[in-house]
């Protein structure tokens, strides 16, 4: 059950870290750290990940600014409680971390396989331009009977088919993580710029009930 729970939530990521490790929180004396991670995409744009790391595989003392690593883990989630209410946070956990050579190039920099069940009904709609979209949230189940609520968006004819999913349906999923910049307006009128992820699926398809 242990190693089935590791295969459903697989990501791997490569970049350039571009900040400096904040900590997080400590576990039977072993203390996370937050580090942000710029991920170039195919095209001139790039994507700014956060990636939780154990100071037992990366040293989180010294500047690691500007450093290309390789990280491989699951993408997670968690309810933080502010403004009195919940808010989702997302961040990549890492497992392995690799510093990448020189000249190293990666053909593929931003990975992730899920597998997992549809929690709320997805939103299906279309831009002013006519392109299909449809909205996933995602529950992946992680060990000790916890689970990671994930964002996932659609396009094309994904987007159709995701719209037609009932809740509770059992899928496989494989895309990219991508981050979004938005304005979020507050209670006292002011407007805050802040970052959504979420996954971008290339591929998606739903599980045989017999798996």
């Known amino acids: 059950m242990t190693e089935?729970?590791?295969?459903?939530?697989?990501?791997v990521v490569a970049g350039?870290?571009?900040?400096?490790?904040?900590?997080?929180?400590?576990?039977?004396?072993?203390?996370?750290?937050?580090?942000?991670?710029?991920?170039?995409?195919?095209?001139d744009a790039y994507d700014i990940i956060p990636v939780m790391i154990s100071e037992r595989i990366i040293?989180?003392?010294?500047?690691?600014?500007?450093?290309?690593?390789?990280?491989?883990?699951?993408?997670?989630?968690?309810?933080k409680h502010e403004d009195y209410k919940n808010r989702l946070i997302l961040s990549l956990f890492a497992r392995e971390v690799r510093e990448m050579e020189d000249e190293e190039e990666y053909s593929?920099?931003?990975?992730?396989?899920?597998?997992?069940?549809?929690?709320k009904k997805p939103i299906y709609r279309m831009t002013p331009l006519g392109r299909e979209i449809a909205d996933l949230l995602l529950a992946v189940n992680r060990a000790y009977g916890k689970s990671d609520y994930i964002p996932c968006i659609c396009w094309g004819r994904n987007a159709r088919f995701a719209g037609s999913l009932e809740?509770?349906?059992?899928?496989?999923?494989?895309?990219?993580?991508q981050s979004r910049q938005y304005q979020k307006k507050m209670s006292d009128e002011t407007v805050i710029n802040r970052v959504a992820y979420e996954i971008s699926v290339s591929k998606i398809e739903?599980?045989?009930e017999e798996e």
């Open 4 to 11: 089935r729970v590791f295969q459903n939530n697989q990501a």
């Open 16 to 43: 350039e870290v571009v900040s400096e490790f904040t900590f997080s929180h400590e576990l039977y004396g072993e203390g996370f750290y937050n580090v942000d991670l710029k991920v170039d995409r195919l095209s």
């Open 59 to 79: 040293d989180v003392k010294e500047n690691q600014i500007g450093r290309r690593i390789e990280v491989k883990g699951q993408f997670r989630s968690y309810n």
């Open 108 to 119: 593929k920099p931003n990975q992730i396989y899920l597998d997992g069940f549809i929690c």
């Open 167 to 177: 809740v509770g349906a059992h899928i496989r999923l494989w895309g990219r993580i």
């Open 206 to 208: 739903c599980c045989d």
